[in-house]
């Protein structure tokens, strides 16, 4: 049987890899078993022109021998037996998203770079363990001080409340998957240059839990899974810093038919960011603060209102002060995360030089002067 790979995709024999990639993307869509007006027959010779072509070796040998190459090789038209076409049924609405049990020499990857990452939310994606989710959350440095709570709502994969998650329509039973007469994986062939080798692969049809719904739930088309709102109170500890993160287990997105027992929900991860303070730097779980005072406050020393992380206090300057003196105020700092204890606050004493005097300061600072201050 004589064949031209070449006409079957449509190309000049100079075609370039990449005009070959575009020929059979156009061609495989168009044929595909799974739509209408596809053709099974065309769409294996399209796919068996296109493993050929795409491979610089094998192209060389086909056009060096033609199809002669083919009898002797015997690589590429029977390697097809391994595909499962009926692994197209199922498209979501996203899109089809095509998968092969065995690879055919390879094949399984090159359809995953032309059709990848293209699909919606198909079908054929479906997980057992429901997607892990993270947010990020900001929190001020004063609600750091103890454990506060907050509301977080996402939009998520849920179990759906029409058929609880079971994913089967009202009065529909839940059967054993006759695809893989209830094991849950299938046998797939792979053909590989040292033989056929059988390999079990999660059965599709049940997404490996060897049961599946009679008639799906027509909210949900069988998912037992819907994309709803849903709000998330979160704990968030003391003492937590910026980029610290908290997992929530099991709060992620649900699983694939969550009723069934069989497949696990995903987890939420919570990104904590502090906003910054206006007047307090953080460092670790000590606070600092710069503290200005007037000469006369750092000459007689004063009692001075300054604002902490736990309220106000009444905080006494020491007369003659120096400009620079940290104070430490025990325990005013960050409680340390889930741990005993407190950090500190450290005030730093800046004593401010008065940029603009009255006449009688003015004065006042001469006769200063005089006494050598
Ligand atoms: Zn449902
Ligand atoms: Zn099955």
Redesign the pocket.
Known sequence: MSKDHYNTLGISKDASDDEIKKAFRKLAHKYHPDKGGGDEAKFKEINEAYQILSDKQKRAQYDQFGSAFEGAGGGASAGFGGFDFSGFSGGGPGGVKFEFGGDGGGFGDIFGDIFGGGGGEGRRQQQERGNDVSVDVEISLEEAVTDTERDVNLHLSSV??????????LGSNIKSCRTCSGTGQVKKEKRTILGVFAQMEICQDCQGQGEKPEK???????????KESRNIKIKIPAGIATGQTIRLSGQGEVGFRPKSGKSVPGDLYLTVHIKPHQIFKRNGDDIIYNLEINFSQAVFGDKIEVQTLQGKIKLKIPAGIQSGKIIKLKDKGLPHLQGRGKGNMFVVIIIKTPEKLSKKQKRLFEELKKEGL
Request: net charge neutral; with cysteine.
């Open positions: 759906c409340s029409k058929c609880d998650g079971s994913g089967a329509e799906n739930c027509s909210k949900c088309g069988g998912d037992g899974r819907t």
